[in-house]
């Protein structure tokens, strides 16, 4: 029988900093991976998510679509909004408020970036 290899290790951590910082999203065995925080947390990834396959989608559209709270909406939505990553257009439609969400080149870029980062933390666990 052959004896198992040494394991590999990967630790996830979260960072602030933008992810247009990471330039690197290969993991090696014993890395330390720094995941963009404003991205990482459930809430706002849905949130991205749902934007990066809707060019816009309402307040209403949203928290409908992610089944949250209108506080929970805002809190995050904010968070994304002050990261760059999203952008919201208030307007009237007759006499009611319309909130609208898009995402930003930033925020794209942000995504595919946390997207190459989790892949490459999947190969990395497969192989394993």
Do not use: W
């Amino acid at each position: 029988m052959s004896q198992p290899g040494p394991k590999r290790t990967t630790r996830l951590t979260t960072t602030s900093r933008p992810a247009s910082a990471t330039t690197s999203h290969s993991v090696q065995a014993g890395e330390s991976l720094k995941l963009d925080a404003v991205i990482h947390e459930r809430v706002r990834l849905a949130i991205v998510s749902a934007l990066a396959v809707n060019d816009v989608l309402s307040f209403n559209d949203l928290k409908k679509l992610l089944e949250i709270t209108d506080g929970n909406l805002s809190v995050h939505a904010r968070k994304l909004e002050d990261a760059g990553y999203l952008k919201c257009t208030k307007s009237f439609v007759g006499r009611q408020p319309r909130t609208e969400f898009c995402l930003t080149a930033a925020g794209r870029r942000a995504l595919e970036s946390y997207m190459e980062q989790m892949e490459s933390v999947i190969q990395s666990a497969r192989k394993s």
